[in-house]
């Protein structure tokens, strides 16, 4: 355990839907980040928020919709999603200046 | 570029064998080289990092090396074990501009340890 715990581990949605992934840590870490896990590929990076101000947006999508309301939590909102979608979604937080640590992750598919 | 190149992508070794897994690096102002190491369902878990004022670093059964000459690290794991088998990746660590830093991956290295 690593300390950043991801809700929900799995879900389906079609390409209609809304839903919400969510990313949690009391670790007083103040950077968050989202990044995509697709088979085959590297991790990719898509937002990054420190001290709850995004400083990276990694051409992400705007059907992907982040929010941070507070240094703890961290939130990504999906509409509209595509099939090329699904992925592993995982989340990161960071200590002062170096390292990171991931939560379990959410395993999107989109039917 | 953008990228950190890693090899090799797959690698399986008998159990007791050591592992040895490279990157190459593309940015010579990254001065933080973490690696993970992901198990299945799981998410990656940091295992040792080793920053640019350090040449090697030793952590239980793990070595790091870090040339800055030529912007290579490789990763070594001594007397492996089945719980070994995961896939492990490097990265480097790159400042933003606007505040912050990121962290940018290799395509990562299956390691299988075979009893």
């Known amino acids: 355990e690593t300390g950043v715990t991801q809700t929900p581990r799995h879900l389906v949605m079609g390409m209609t839907n809304k839903k919400s992934l969510k990313c949690e840590q009391h670790?007083?870490?103040?950077?968050m980040y989202w990044y995509k896990q697709s088979a085959k590929k590297p991790l990719e990076l898509m937002f990054v928020?420190?001290?709850?101000?995004?400083?990276e947006n990694n051409s992400v999508p705007s059907r992907f919709s982040p929010e941070c309301p507070n240094s703890s939590h961290l939130f990504l909102h999906l509409h509209t999603l595509q099939p090329e979608d699904s992925a592993l979604y995982l989340c990161?937080?960071?200590?002062?200046?170096?390292?990171?640590?991931f939560g379990p992750g959410t395993r999107l598919t989109v039917t | 570029g953008e990228n950190v190149e890693q090899h090799p992508s797959t690698l399986s070794v008998q159990e007791g064998d050591s592992a040895v897994i490279k990157c190459t690096y593309s940015?010579?102002?990254?001065?933080?080289f973490p690696w993970y190491k992901q198990e299945l369902g799981k998410g990656p878990q940091l295992i040792i990092d080793?920053?640019?004022?350090?040449d090697k670093r030793q952590g239980q059964r793990v070595t790091v090396l870090l040339n800055k000459t030529v912007k290579h690290l490789s990763l070594q794991i001594a007397a492996t074990q089945p719980g070994d088998s995961a896939v492990y990746f490097c990265?480097?660590?790159?400042?933003?501009?606007?505040?912050?830093?990121?962290?940018?991956f290799g395509t990562g290295t299956q390691l299988k340890v075979e009893l």
């Open positions: 990161a937080s960071r200590t002062a200046d170096y390292e990171q640590y």
């Open positions: 670790l007083g870490h103040n950077a």
């Open positions: 928020y420190n001290f709850k101000e995004q400083t």
């Open positions: 940015d010579s102002a990254s001065n933080y």
């Open positions: 080793i920053r640019s004022n350090m």
């Open positions: 990265a480097e660590k790159r400042e933003l501009t606007g505040g912050g830093n990121k962290l940018t």
